[in-house]
């Protein structure tokens, strides 16, 4: 059991109706979950208003109730807490109730458009493999030391967060390497957390249809860097144009680094090839298994977050050349017959364009590149226009696929997406909207050598048509389709 009042430092009140010397089994803030003793946050989401089920909540035994508009009728022996902001409550009430679990590891937040799942990933990799106990809260999976849980959310909600950082103090856990979305920090999941470091990977299109323009999207991420403390360090890309804006008013440690302009931590790449890449870093050469430009980006990034946590500049390149490529980020394989696929979770305009200009500047242009893509249903729609066109005039084939409808209508998808095909690339581009049949006729035109890129899903295991998610693994289908043809 916890103290209300405890629960509730540092978080800003408005006022407080009833007594904050109360017992309290846990807080929540989905009704449904209510115990008895337990806090009901009442927060305003886009399906839903917790305000609705406040009723709700105190009939299944809530003895607290966090809100930003008092109901009309307060029932007696219940305590009130009006506050400005629930979401901001939420986050301050979770750590607190945790014992601020963020405050005793070195926390470190990723965040951009892309690179963020890969950067994290491979940061716990690197930490593991030089003695270190870590921890992980990505897209594709949450890890407490040796413990893997699954992930719902790139960053989950306040309470989730606290949860897992908490497993990971009492595992041992010294360091955790955490994705940060626009919609955790824009929903304040992240605001009571303390980081050590955070690392800016690149700005582009996307989620289009949660921030109403790209400048709000731009300065969501900027307000991450905003927050950090003095203590910590901000390592930005600066061959992105909006590199220079995330360092602008943090007040913490700022570090660059690139692969066109001056930096801190700088690169050249020697050799590009699919089975990795060979780079200059800082005057030292390394090999890493990892493929294209962006990757080079990535290990860069890494490289210089290994720094500034402490570790040896030449340990870390030690380390770094060891590392594996994590799950549906260009993972590849090749069939007995020499075709070559490649899962990819590129699904913004940004990343395929570097998935596209990475094969076609590693092959020889003698085989055929096949692309399947689609475009996720109840998302951005202004990219899907921008997809297709990337795909079909950087492919030599390009098939236009379903990816995740979820509840909008996949015909109606593929119909905005061929609005970006060009006229003379009609005749190179196909239509199939059932995904599987899509992939199943990317074998059939493959021929030896020919290359194959299944982009948009990566390591998803599912395909989310009508609400309902079915089983579907683009790797797992690829190589069963490939075995069955002989190919």
């Known amino acids: 059991m916890k103290i209300l009042k405890d629960i509730l430092y540092k978080v800003a009140i408005e006022s407080v109706t009833g007594s904050t010397d109360i017992d309290i089994h846990k807080i929540e803030f989905d009704s449904r979950k209510i115990e008895e003793k337990d806090i009901f946050v009442a927060i305003r989401g886009s399906l839903s208003n917790g305000h609705d089920f406040i009723e709700k909540a105190i009939q299944l035994g809530a003895v607290a109730i966090i809100c930003d508009e008092l109901p009309g009728n307060l029932e007696k022996g219940i305590t009130y807490i009006k506050v400005l902001d629930t979401n901001s409550a939420l986050a301050f009430m979770a750590a607190n109730y945790f014992g601020n679990p963020s405050e005793k590891l070195k926390l470190v937040g990723v965040t951009g458009t892309n690179g963020k799942t890969t950067i994290a990933s491979l940061l716990f990799q690197l930490f593991e493999k030089a003695g270190f106990k870590v921890g992980l809260l990505s897209t594709v999976k949450i890890m407490v030391d040796a413990t893997e849980y699954k992930a719902t959310h790139t960053t989950p909600d306040s309470i989730t967060i606290n949860h897992y950082l908490n497993e990971m103090i009492e595992a041992g856990v010294t360091h955790c390497f955490m994705e940060v979305s626009s919609h955790g920090i824009h929903q304040k999941r992240t605001e009571a957390l303390h980081f050590v470091g955070g690392i800016f990977t690149n700005l582009s299109h996307d989620h289009l249809d949660y921030h109403p323009t790209f400048a709000e999207y731009r300065d969501v991420k900027k307000s991450f860097f905003d927050s950090l403390p003095k203590t910590a360090f901000a390592l930005s890309n600066s061959d992105d144009k909006n590199g220079a804006v995330m360092l602008q008013n943090t007040v913490a440690r700022k570090f660059t680094y690139a692969l066109k302009s001056y930096a801190d931590f700088k690169a050249q790449i020697l050799e590009s090839q699919l089975s ?124 236009l696929t379903s990816d995740n409808p979820r509840n909008e209508d996949p015909e109606v998808i593929l119909d905005e997406m061929e609005k970006g095909v060009e006229a003379h690339n009609y005749k190179k581009t196909v239509r199939i909207t059932d995904r599987k049949q899509a992939i199943k006729t990317a074998c059939q035109l493959a021929q030896p050598n020919d290359i194959i890129l299944i982009a948009g899903k990566g390591h998803e295991t599912y395909q989310e048509i009508n609400g309902v998610r079915h089983h579907f693994d683009d790797m797992e289908t690829v190589k069963e389709i490939l075995d069955q043809l002989g190919k």
Not at 320 to 328: A, H, R
Not at 335 to 352: C, K, M, Q, R
Request: with cysteine; glycine share 8%.
């Open 276 to 399: 990795g890449l060979l780079l200059k870093v800082n005057d030292n050469e390394v090999w890493v298994k990892l493929i294209g430009t962006f990757n080079a980006y990535n290990v860069l990034a890494i490289y210089g977050t290994a720094v500034e946590l402490g570790m040896d500049s030449l340990e870390a390149l030690r380390l770094l050349s060891d590392l594996e490529s994590v799950s549906g980020r260009f993972q590849y394989i090749v069939s007995e017959g020499n075709i070559t696929a490649i899962v990819d979770y590129a699904h913004t305009p940004d990343a395929l364009d570097n998935v596209l200009k990475t094969i076609n500047d590693i092959r020889t242009k003698n085989e055929q590149l096949i692309t399947v893509v689609g475009c996720g249903g109840n998302r951005d729609k202004t990219k899907r226009p921008i997809m297709a066109k990337i795909a079909t005039d950087l492919s030599d084939k390009a098939i």
